[in-house]
């Protein structure tokens, strides 16, 4: 179940900033937990966004076990093979960022990824991807499970790298796409003129 | 901005005005065809002005700006309820109201479809009845809004240029032998005219158009009655209840600023224009000793028969680009399965319309709740996708209504509605029907794949204060005037007796200038 209005809520005060912070500078502010990674993909659309090919994600309410457990979930709730970590720790930014604003949250989130390990038997991230799938999958409906779901729905699919990496244009079609391929598909015939319009004269 | 300037205001105490509750395409349009008349008007709207300038090419952004998220509840068996169960309905608060949001798809009603309950019968649990109305009362009217509103392929105006996703619509329907396949009648410029520019083709035609190229009464009616001096627009202004005296005539409003304070307009006449769910709301929080059951509602209709229409969406992916969000969202239109035949297994028809969403809300509607490999394999086609509407008429039905809920309350203080909605069997077997149909389509277009995707928060609201010839079996006659309340009138999508199988916005103007004209008449004759 979405709740859109809780999501927006969320979204007005915590995903402005669409881009993850990909530099060191944000090794260098706050004092919660960092998530590290490496761009897997050292050229493609995503590492053309990216300032450089290490990226961190400082955390501040949630540990970085917590913060990479959610990771990796969100990766079994939205598997994308070629899509980098660093989108998916835009989500467990969003994460954090409620668990910082919500106590009722963070505990949430902790006590979810707590109860994951000791299903898991210690450690959920180091059992193998289908074992961890299972325990994804029997949480469905949970509050854990429907908060990652409902954040990773929306924070996944809603900044620049995931649109290069879709192939959406977001604001960069601004303008309009009257000369920039509103009718570019060549792989089907051309339309005939009684089913189309003219392009409209600029000059007219 | 000046455009959007009172160049006259009036006093509160003046009761010589017109007060319109809601300022989008049935409230806008009337406040501009009032204030032409030379009649004084004051235009309340809820929702802040936010102009071209200010619209956002981002969907979640967009929609925080635009979309009316005053809580609501909903019930019944429909699966919006479950998905989004504080958002029944994807309308707007802002001025311009949902006018803003529409996609420009601007049908006629069809001649049977005024005429529901005599062309479809007696259905088992619907509530249908024909239209107080005619298609032959209503052309003079059409054709007046299609000029307003520049509907292309109208008055000679050209149609759009087709873009990606009619192209992959168009193949399809060809192939399965549909005929009526063309870039639509859309309130949409397909040139420079009525001193806005043509459509460049932005693809965010849900998120307000900054060309102004998409008719919207934010760009047209509502400026256009600001200059004349015989309107007063104010926004931010909350109606709470509709007032009345000893001999049953409305008086005034009272809403509540944009400070939150409690202010009263005096009236001559009331005319109801907030959406489907906030105008039966509204008139059920004016109940009164007089009213007991709430104003206008002698025959207990009001709130029921809401329609939202028989919505879905089909998808396809395709083994190379489409780019679907590029370009005019909806001008794409089958309309070979919009008449009456009962011999596909249900009444009424549908259209189907080309739709695209942003990747944002591909993945928060593609399928709600959706998630794992299924769901990620089909995002991973974005690029490839294409996309269809579908839209159809759906039954009216006395329990598909709005309510007010019995303890929650908003910031005002005013109970929140509730809105239950239940499919008819009719509109399974003709969602069903357009599904196959939908998915016919893309699969000869050389679809790898085909998505049913269920109905979005309705975007097409109707028939919670209906139409009747007779009084007992609705809220208002046939030019809106409220049966039981002369100087009361319902001017949105809320009239409609039957949903129709036609995007709603063009005849919500229609009914509009033909009620602009009745009130006028009624003025004159001092009636009212």
Same mark, same amino acid.
């Given at each position: 179940?979405?709740?859109?209005?809780?999501?927006?809520?969320?979204?007005?005060?915590?995903?402005?900033?669409?881009?993850?912070?990909?530099?060191?500078?944000?090794?260098?502010?706050?004092?919660?937990?960092?998530?590290?990674?490496?761009? +897997?993909?050292?050229?493609?659309?995503?590492?053309?966004?990216?300032?450089?090919?290490?990226?961190?994600?400082?955390?501040?309410?949630?540990?970085?076990?917590?913060?990479?457990?959610?990771?990796?979930?969100?990766?079994?709730?939205?598997?994308?093979?070629?899509?980098?970590?660093?989108?998916?720790?835009?989500?467990?930014?969003?994460?954090?960022?409620?668990?910082?604003?919500?106590?009722?949250?963070?505990?949430?989130?902790?006590?979810?990824?707590?109860?994951?390990?000791?299903?898991?038997?210690?450690?959920?991230?180091?059992?193998?991807?289908?074992?961890?799938?299972?325990?994804?999958?029997?949480?469905?409906?949970?509050?854990?499970?429907?908060?990652?779901?409902?954040? +990773?729905?929306?924070?996944?699919?809603?900044?620049?790298?995931?649109?290069?990496?879709?192939?959406?244009?977001?604001?960069?079609?601004? +303008?309009?796409?009257?000369?920039?391929?509103?009718?570019?598909?060549?792989?089907?015939?051309?339309?005939?003129?009684?089913?189309?319009?003219?392009?409209?004269?600029?000059? +007219? | 901005?000046?455009?959007?300037?009172?160049?006259?205001?009036?006093?509160?105490?003046?009761?010589?005005?017109?007060?319109?509750?809601?300022?989008?395409?049935?409230?806008?349009?009337?406040?501009?065809?009032?204030?032409?008349?030379?009649?004084?008007?004051?235009?309340?709207?809820?929702?802040?002005?936010?102009?071209?300038? #200010?619209?956002?090419?981002?969907?979640?952004?967009?929609?925080?700006?635009?979309?009316?998220?005053?809580?609501?509840?909903?019930?019944?068996?429909?699966?919006?309820?479950?998905?989004?169960?504080?958002?029944?309905?994807?309308?707007?608060?802002?001025?311009?109201?949902?006018?803003?949001?529409?996609?420009?798809?601007?049908?006629?009603?069809?001649?049977?479809?005024?005429?529901?309950?005599?062309?479809?019968?007696?259905?088992?649990?619907?509530?249908?009845?024909?239209?107080?109305?005619?298609?032959?009362?209503?052309?003079?009217?059409?054709?007046?809004?299609?000029?307003?509103?520049?509907?292309?392929?109208?008055?000679?105006?050209?149609?759009?240029?087709?873009?990606?996703?009619?192209?992959?619509?168009?193949?399809?329907?060809?192939?399965?032998? $549909?005929?009526?396949?063309?870039?639509?009648?859309?309130?949409?410029?397909?040139?420079?005219?009525?001193?806005?520019?043509?459509?460049?083709?932005?693809?965010?035609?849900?998120?307000?158009?900054? $060309?102004?190229?998409?008719?919207?009464?934010?760009?047209?009616?509502?400026?256009?009655?600001?200059?004349?001096?015989?309107?007063?627009?104010?926004?931010?202004?909350?109606?709470?209840?509709?007032?009345?005296?000893?001999?049953?005539?409305?008086?005034?409003?009272?809403?509540?600023?944009?400070?939150?304070?409690?202010?009263?307009?005096?009236?001559?006449?009331?005319?109801?224009?907030?959406?489907?769910?906030?105008?039966?709301?509204?008139?059920?929080?004016?109940?009164?000793?007089?009213?007991?059951?709430?104003?206008?509602?002698?025959?207990?209709?009001?709130?029921?028969? $809401?329609?939202?229409?028989?919505?879905?969406?089909?998808?396809?992916?395709?083994?190379?680009?489409?780019?679907? $969000?590029?370009?005019?969202?909806?001008?794409?239109?089958?309309?070979?399965?919009?008449?009456?035949?009962?011999?596909?297994?249900?009444?009424?028809?549908?259209?189907?319309?080309?739709?695209?969403?942003?990747?944002?809300?591909?993945?928060?509607?593609?399928?709600?709740?959706?998630?794992?490999?299924?769901?990620?394999?089909? %995002?991973?086609?974005?690029?490839?996708?294409?996309?269809?509407?579908?839209?159809?008429?759906? %039954?009216?039905?006395?329990?598909?209504?709005?309510?007010?809920?019995?303890?929650?309350?908003?910031?005002?203080?005013?109970?929140?509605?509730?809105?239950?909605?239940? #499919?008819?069997?009719?509109?399974?077997?003709?969602?069903?029907?357009?599904?196959?149909?939908?998915?016919?389509?893309?699969?000869?277009?050389?679809?790898?794949?085909?998505?049913?995707?269920?109905?979005?928060?309705?975007?097409?609201?109707?028939?919670?204060?209906? %139409?009747?010839?007779?009084?007992?079996?609705?809220?208002?006659?046939?030019?809106?005037?409220?049966?039981?309340?002369?100087?009361?009138?319902?001017?949105?999508?809320?009239?409609?007796?039957?949903?129709?199988?036609?995007?709603?916005?063009?005849?919500?103007?229609?009914?509009?200038?033909?009620?602009?004209?009745?009130?006028?008449?009624?003025?004159?004759?001092?009636?009212?």
């Amino acid at each position: 179940m979405i709740n859109l209005l809780g999501l927006l809520q969320m979204r007005g005060n915590k995903m402005t900033d669409k881009k993850l912070p990909l530099s060191r500078r944000s090794f260098l502010k706050g004092s919660g937990s960092v998530i590290v990674g490496t761009l +897997a993909m050292t050229s493609g659309s995503i590492a053309l966004l990216a300032p450089s090919r290490s990226w961190a994600l400082e955390l501040n309410s949630l540990n970085d076990h917590t913060g990479k457990t959610l990771l990796q979930f969100c990766r079994h709730l939205y598997p994308h093979a070629d899509l980098e970590d660093a989108v998916y720790a835009l989500v467990v930014k969003d994460l954090d960022a409620s668990a910082a604003d919500d106590p009722d949250i963070r505990m949430l989130l902790q006590s979810g990824v707590q109860d994951l390990d000791s299903a898991a038997g210690g450690d959920w991230l180091s059992i193998g991807d289908d074992a961890q799938f299972l325990y994804v999958d029997s949480l469905q409906g949970t509050p854990f499970f429907e908060k990652l779901r409902g954040t +990773a729905v929306v924070s996944l699919y809603n900044n620049d790298m995931a649109f290069a990496h879709f192939g959406y244009e977001g604001k960069k079609g601004n +303008a309009g796409y009257l000369h920039r391929g509103f009718d570019d598909l060549t792989w089907l015939p051309d339309l005939p003129d009684k089913a189309s319009g003219p392009m409209p004269d600029a000059s +007219a | 901005m000046a455009r959007y300037d009172n160049k006259k205001t009036f006093a509160h105490d003046d009761d010589s005005v017109v007060v319109i509750v809601g300022s989008g395409a049935g409230g806008g349009t009337l406040a501009n065809e009032l204030a032409q008349k030379g009649i004084d008007v004051v235009l309340l709207e809820a929702g802040a002005l936010h102009t071209s300038k #200010d619209f956002l090419p981002d969907e979640w952004a967009s929609f925080s700006q635009l979309a009316w998220l005053d809580k609501r509840t909903t019930s019944g068996d429909w699966r919006v309820a479950k998905d989004f169960p504080n958002l029944p309905t994807w309308i707007c608060k802002t001025v311009g109201g949902t006018s803003v949001h529409w996609a420009g798809a601007s049908l006629r009603f069809q001649d049977h479809e005024f005429k529901a309950k005599s062309t479809y019968g007696n259905l088992p649990g619907t509530n249908l009845l024909d239209w107080p109305i005619t298609l032959d009362e209503m052309v003079p009217y059409y054709d007046k809004a299609e000029k307003k509103m520049g509907v292309t392929r109208t008055n000679d105006l050209p149609g759009l240029p087709g873009n990606n996703n009619f192209k992959v619509m168009y193949e399809g329907a060809t192939k399965v032998g $549909y005929k009526e396949c063309h870039t639509g009648r859309m309130s949409i410029n397909s040139v420079t005219r009525d001193d806005r520019s043509y459509c460049h083709q932005r693809g965010f035609c849900f998120q307000g158009c900054t $060309y102004e190229a998409k008719w919207s009464t934010l760009f047209t009616e509502i400026p256009r009655a600001l200059e004349t001096g015989h309107a007063e627009l104010r926004p931010e202004s909350h109606v709470a209840r509709i007032e009345h005296d000893a001999k049953g005539k409305v008086t005034g409003v009272v809403y509540f600023d944009k400070a939150g304070n409690e202010q009263r307009q005096k009236a001559r006449a009331v005319a109801v224009a907030g959406n489907t769910i906030e105008s039966p709301r509204l008139l059920l929080n004016s109940e009164s000793s007089s009213f007991p059951d709430g104003l206008a509602n002698g025959s207990g209709q009001v709130g029921r028969n $809401y329609m939202s229409h028989m919505t879905a969406s089909v998808y396809g992916i395709f083994e190379k680009p489409v780019h679907m $969000y590029r370009g005019t969202t909806m001008a794409g239109i089958i309309s070979d399965e919009a008449g009456h035949d009962p011999s596909r297994g249900f009444a009424g028809g549908y259209h189907f319309e080309t739709i695209s969403l942003g990747l944002p809300f591909t993945a928060a509607f593609l399928n709600p709740s959706g998630w794992g490999k299924d769901f990620a394999s089909a %995002m991973d086609q974005y690029a490839n996708m294409a996309g269809m509407w579908i839209v159809g008429e759906d %039954m009216p039905q006395a329990d598909n209504r709005v309510t007010l809920h019995p303890t929650e309350r908003d910031k005002h203080g005013l109970p929140i509605p509730n809105v239950s909605y239940s #499919d008819h069997p009719n509109d399974k077997a003709m969602r069903e029907h357009a599904f196959k149909q939908g998915e016919a389509i893309y699969n000869a277009a050389g679809a790898t794949r085909v998505i049913r995707t269920p109905p979005y928060p309705s975007t097409h609201n109707m028939g919670t204060c209906r %139409m009747s010839a007779k009084p007992e079996d609705g809220v208002c006659n046939k030019h809106g005037q409220s049966h039981e309340i002369p100087n009361l009138f319902i001017s949105d999508g809320s009239q409609y007796t039957t949903s129709a199988a036609e995007n709603p916005t063009l005849t919500i103007v229609t009914l509009a200038i033909r009620q602009s004209e009745y009130i006028a008449d009624q003025m004159k004759r001092g009636a009212i």
